[in-house]
Nanobody, 122 residues
């Protein structure tokens, strides 16, 4: 079972990026899926989560109104549209999956994977 994130890059303030995470090895349709990030020297930080079967979404206060999470159940994918990027968004972004949404919010999900680097410069 694997979650692979992609779509990161180096951009300037105010730019947009769209991250993609593909799950393999099992169906995640019954799992909540989400994103967390880790900046150098900092702890992992919850970013966004979407309930199983594409239900409700929740965001950290730091990204609310700028980031949008969505998913494609049929393709076992979750996306993170990031707009109005700021330097403080610079981090490695990881996707995660868990039967319990709460575990993603506390950054303790059952499934995780390799991340993708996002760098925002001024």
């Amino acid at each position: 079972v694997q979650l692979q994130a992609s779509g990161g890059g180096s951009v300037q303030i105010g730019s947009s990026l769209r991250l993609t995470c593909v799950g393999s090895g099992r169906s995640f349709s019954e799992y909540a899926m989400g994103w967390f990030r880790q900046a150098p020297g900092k702890e992992r930080e919850f970013v966004a989560v979407i309930k199983r079967r594409g239900g409700s979404t929740f965001y950290s206060d730091s990204v609310k109104g700028r980031f949008t999470i969505s998913r494609d159940l049929a393709k076992n994918m979750v996306f993170l549209q990031m707009d109005s990027l700021k330097p403080e968004d610079t981090a490695v972004y990881y996707c995660a999956a868990d039967e319990k949404l709460h575990n993603i919010v506390i950054v303790n999900a059952e499934y995780g994977g390799q991340g993708t680097q996002v760098t925002v410069s001024s």
